[in-house]
């Protein structure tokens, strides 16, 4: 059986049809379940998560406190397929393009979910984790 998610996390769902503040993580499940693209925000005292999802792809990313942004990396998988450098501005760093390409970058939508759900029970960005369903060799981080 899995580790339960941690009740340190606070979470919070934006979507063209839903804002919320304060969910649970049942409830985040329950509502990113009908909804075809949207934002996880998890956040505790030690980190913070981000999983951005559209009906195909999903996002991943996780800061500890005053560290970098970290973002998985399949090193089975083509690098020029998972290179989201052309999706940011050089001069101050906001997101360009179409969003759901970004997202392609990344991973599939279920496979999003459980490296996120994962990772929240650890506190990190799982290093070699081979969740059920991931395609690639493993995972380590850029």
Known sequence: MPKPIPKRWSFSLTS??????????????KETARLKSGEVAA????ASAQLEFNATHAAVLFM???GDILR???P?????GQDITAFYC?????LLGPRDEYLARFMERAEGFRLFEAMLREVEL??????EGLKGEGEVLE
């Open 16 to 29: 063209e049809e839903f804002n919320s503040v304060d969910l649970s993580w049942p409830d985040v499940l």
């Open 43 to 46: 956040s505790s005292d030690a």
């Open 64 to 66: 500890q406190r005053g």
């Open 72 to 74: 998985p990396y399949f």
């Open 76 to 80: 089975g998988r083509p690098a020029e």
């Open 90 to 94: 050089d001069c101050c760093g906001d």
């Open 126 to 131: 799982p290093r070699g984790w081979a969740g």
